[in-house]
């Protein structure tokens, strides 16, 4: 069951981004020959700007209603650590599980 929420997640997640850049490819590019401006800039070049801002905006508010949180039970998170000891600098794994 959690996998296929997740499997759902990332489809609608992906299908958003694949919807973002044809967004940005099409208002760059049908709206190149068109001579309207804005306080003298193209307006391909707000739509290509803020609108991609405000479509994006729009795509992770409706990502956010659509997916239900689940509950992914225990896992492992993985953490680098990094430290000194008077001069020399290491790394180091820390691991920590989560209920």
């Given at each position: 069951m959690r996998y296929l929420e997740i499997l759902k997640e990332a489809k609608m997640t992906?299908?958003?981004?694949?919807?973002?850049?044809?967004?940005?490819?099409?208002?760059g590019i049908l709206l190149s020959g068109v001579e309207?401006?804005?306080?003298?800039?193209?307006?391909?070049?707000?739509?290509?700007?803020?609108g991609v801002w405000t479509m994006a905006i729009i795509l992770a508010l409706?990502?956010?209603r659509k997916i239900k949180d689940v509950d992914l039970g225990k896992?492992?998170?993985?953490?680098?650590?990094y430290g000194s000891d008077g001069g020399n600098q290491f790394?180091?794994?820390?691991?920590?599980?989560?209920e």
């Open positions: 992906g299908l958003s981004l694949l919807t973002l850049i044809i967004f940005w490819l099409l208002a309207m401006t804005i306080c003298n800039i193209p307006i391909w070049a707000i739509v290509g700007t803020i409706t990502l956010s896992f492992t998170t993985a953490a680098a650590v790394l180091c794994a820390k691991a920590t599980t989560r």
